[in-house]
């Protein structure tokens, strides 16, 4: 049997990755050079990528012309070759859960461990955040066409975006996001205890200023029990704060203005 036909039988049985040792072990008198050799020109005729060191992704017909496999039809078996927990984050998450103000060229992975790079892979960049841990309650389990992954629930994925909203393109495309996902969030009282003081601050401001009232109420009375924040913090991080106001009941001080897309 040859490497492409192996790799074929891979994609009949459902899977869309392998390792290069399993390629190793399938073929025990092809020696490493034969096998890189081969490796190198599946990859140059599009037929399968190289994800990872060591990791590769089958790459059917429909999606040579993308430029690649979408990172959620492999996502959770580079996670586990890396020996990592995940979940798919941010902007990612948001698309999942059906925002429409997504960018489909960017693909977000929270992880615990040791940093990643920043990689791309055709025509998707894959950022990887690093996290100590999480509670289990803010993932969701999702069926995609590879098998399952795993996604932050939609509280989880509100509160990634505003903390982390200088990596994903700014406080006022997290509040376009929010927008469309406040319908959909169902707060945890031990999730919200997870997070950072300033995190739940900034989003609830954002919901009052968005007059989303109820949703700030319940995350304002599940946050500080009707006690007023002592912490002022900035609605954009990295923006000077003096001559700003902080007058409203989240002490934020409000150094721009949010602007959301309709």
């Known amino acids: 049997m040859r490497l492409i036909e192996w790799i074929e039988d891979i994609q009949r049985n459902g899977r869309y990755t392998f390792t290069y040792q399993e390629a190793k072990i ?30 590769y992704t089958v790459i059917p017909i429909q999606y040579q012309n993308l430029g690649g496999l979408p990172p959620a039809m492999y996502i959770n078996d580079l996670m586990k070759y890396l020996e990592r927990d995940y979940y798919i984050s941010h902007l990612s998450a948001a698309a999942l859960h059906g925002s429409a103000h997504q960018q489909p060229q960017e693909f977000y992975v929270t992880h615990n461990k040791s940093a990643l790079r920043k990689t791309k892979k ?21 069926k995609s066409d590879a098998g ?3 996604v932050s629930n939609p509280l989880q994925t509100a509160f990634d975006l505003v903390n982390d909203h200088n990596k994903i393109g700014g406080i006022n495309r ?9 319908n959909l969030i169902k707060y945890d009282k031990e999730l919200i ?28 009375n599940q946050s500080f029990k009707m006690k007023k924040p002592k912490n002022r913090y900035p609605l954009k991080s990295g923006k000077l704060q003096k001559g700003y106001s902080s007058r409203n009941r989240w002490n934020i001080v409000e150094n721009t203005s949010i602007e959301i897309d309709e």
Not at 31 to 51: E, P, V, W, Y
Not at 193 to 214: E, S, Y
């Open 26 to 55: 399938t073929f025990p008198d092809k020696t490493a050079k034969a096998i890189d050799m081969s490796l190198f020109r599946l990859m140059q005729q599009g037929a399968i990528q190289s994800a990872f060191k060591g990791f």
């Open 174 to 182: 997290a509040a376009t996001i929010i927008n469309e996902m406040v």
């Open 122 to 142: 055709g025509v998707m960049r894959l950022n990887f955040i690093k996290k100590e841990s999480w509670n289990c309650s803010a993932v969701e389990r999702k």
């Open 148 to 150: 399952y992954i795993l």
């Open 193 to 220: 205890k997870q997070q950072k003081q300033v995190t739940l601050q900034r989003l609830g401001f954002i919901l009052d200023d968005l007059n989303w009232q109820n949703e700030a109420d319940e995350l304002y």
